[in-house]
């Protein structure tokens, strides 16, 4: 039996006309002879809806039961999809992650998966010609629905891939991974292929055509990912493993991430056990911390900026009322009209100069530099959110993404 894994994103199944270009798609791959297995998301801006329900509906909606509500977009799309195969003529069902079951653990928004029954699938497969599949959400042990955080519909069918032992075909809104997002930067550039390693620090940074854990699922079972379009019938991009030709390349992509916020905490002493007291709290209560700086001390005081994600700062801020207190700080300062841009490229590990080329690109527009970190494949400086599409395509120019010879 030969299995494809299909995904399709929400504007894919935004409405019926874009629902049979799904159909299209999918009846393609059964003309080919592959059984196919389609994770859908919801469609597009419904879960954003779902979201803003809750926080109106609740002071402080549980997270268990955000989950139950928000994951409800994706059984819609699944079973529309399933009706339309049907009067394709094809046999088809829908299936949710509780009927897979795809087994997560109880971490609510953001669930992990922990592992999917590949024989009930098999079986399934062997009865069905095509499965329409809820992406995006999950089960617990004690049967309580999850999701798997935003655009985690790409993480579901690459898991899935990865369990039945077969390629996945991400379909979306654009034709494939491009040196940048091509709706900011029109000299953006589409790459035929691109390593796991670059594909997931573009993804971390924010490059949100493929969720950060869809390419670790992707990298730790090398399930071939081939990023593609909906709507044409150009092929897109494979995420790969890294050959020869990929290592040349000094920078391969920038990326920005708008989901950052800034926080400072004025004043406090410069003594052993304060960073730890502050960033135990936000660890333990699920909060990702990422760019961190501390300034030099001045009489024994300093201050600590850290970002966080925007959807985190309310509980960081809860939880620095009690730290400020508690370390003799002087005030705590946020601040949300920040972003993250960064470069990225394999090919930085050998070479020098990078990050000078980065910070003298971004002075030449004026654009001041908030916090900065780096890695070894990545540069990301932290400015204000005013200067993001500026920032990103300056960069992109700086590095000569827009061409096609890109060597260091
Ligand atoms: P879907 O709903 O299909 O999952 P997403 O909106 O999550 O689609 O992801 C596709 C979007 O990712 C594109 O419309 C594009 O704006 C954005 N994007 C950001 N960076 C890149 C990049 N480097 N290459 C391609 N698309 C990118
Ligand atoms: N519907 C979810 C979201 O909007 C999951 C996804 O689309 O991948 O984040
Ligand atoms: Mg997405």
């Known amino acids: 039996m030969r299995i494809l894994v299909q995904k399709f994103g929400g504007t894919s199944v935004a409405n019926l006309e874009c629902m049979k270009q799904v159909r299209e798609k999918t009846l393609?791959?059964?003309?080919?002879?592959?059984?196919?297995?389609?994770?859908l998301s919801a469609r597009s801006g419904e879960t954003n809806r779902l979201l803003t329900l809750?926080?109106?509906?609740?002071?402080?909606?549980?997270?268990?039961?955000?989950?139950a509500l928000i994951s409800t977009g994706e059984q819609v799309s699944v079973a529309l999809f399933a009706m339309l195969m049907k009067d394709a003529g094809v046999k088809a069902r829908s299936l949710l992650g509780f009927q897979i079951p795809m087994r997560t653990d109880n971490a609510f928004g953001k669930a992990r998966i922990l592992g999917i029954d590949n024989e009930k699938l098999t079986a399934m497969l062997e009865e069905y010609d095509v499965l329409s599949v809820a992406?995006?959400?999950?089960?617990?042990?004690?049967n309580r629905i999850t999701t798997l955080g935003r655009g985690g519909s790409d993480t579901s069918a690459v898991a899935l891939a990865a369990?039945?032992?077969?390629?996945?075909?991400?379909?979306t809104d654009v034709d494939g991974v491009y040196t940048t997002d091509p709706n900011m930067c029109s000299t953006a550039r589409k790459m035929d292929r691109v390593s796991y390693d670059e594909m997931l620090e573009m993804a971390s940074m924010g490059a949100k055509v493929l969720q950060i854990r869809s390419v670790e699922f992707a990298k730790k079972y090398k399930v071939p990912v081939h990023v593609r379009s909906t709507f044409t019938d150009t092929p897109g991009t494979l995420v790969t493993q890294e050959d020869s030709t990929m290592e040349a390349v000094l920078v391969s992509g920038i990326a920005y991430d708008k989901d950052q916020a800034r926080v400072t905490l004025r004043d406090v002493p410069d003594v052993p056990g304060v960073a730890s007291r502050l960033f135990g709290p936000l660890a333990d209560?699920?909060?990702?911390?990422?760019?961190?700086?501390?300034?030099?001390?001045?009489?024994?005081?300093?201050?600590?900026?850290f970002t966080v994600p925007r959807g985190d700062l309310k509980k960081t801020l809860t939880l620095m009322e009690d730290i400020q207190k508690e370390v003799n700080a002087a005030?705590?300062?946020?601040?949300?009209h920040v972003c993250k841009v960064s470069a990225i490229g394999v090919g930085m590990r050998n070479h020098?100069?990078?990050?000078?080329?980065?910070?003298?690109?971004?002075?030449?527009?004026?654009?001041?530099?908030?916090?900065i970190s780096t890695s070894e494949i990545k540069i990301t400086c932290l400015i204000e959110e005013k200067f993001t599409e500026l920032a990103v395509r300056t960069l992109h120019d700086a590095f000569g993404l827009d061409k096609d010879s890109m060597l260091g």
């Open 28 to 39: 393609a791959a059964r003309a080919k002879g592959y059984k196919v297995l389609v994770v």
């Open 331 to 336: 005030e705590v300062l946020h601040d949300l």
């Open 352 to 371: 020098s100069g990078v990050a000078a080329k980065a910070f003298e690109a971004l002075r030449s527009m004026n654009i001041n530099i908030l916090m």
């Open 135 to 142: 992406g995006f959400q999950g089960i617990t042990d004690d």
């Open 285 to 305: 209560s699920g909060v990702v911390v990422d760019m961190i700086v501390q300034n030099p001390s001045r009489n024994g005081r300093t201050d600590m900026t």
């Open 54 to 67: 809750a926080d109106e509906w609740s002071r402080d909606p549980e997270a268990a039961e955000v989950d």
């Open 163 to 171: 369990a039945l032992g077969c390629e996945c075909e991400i379909y």
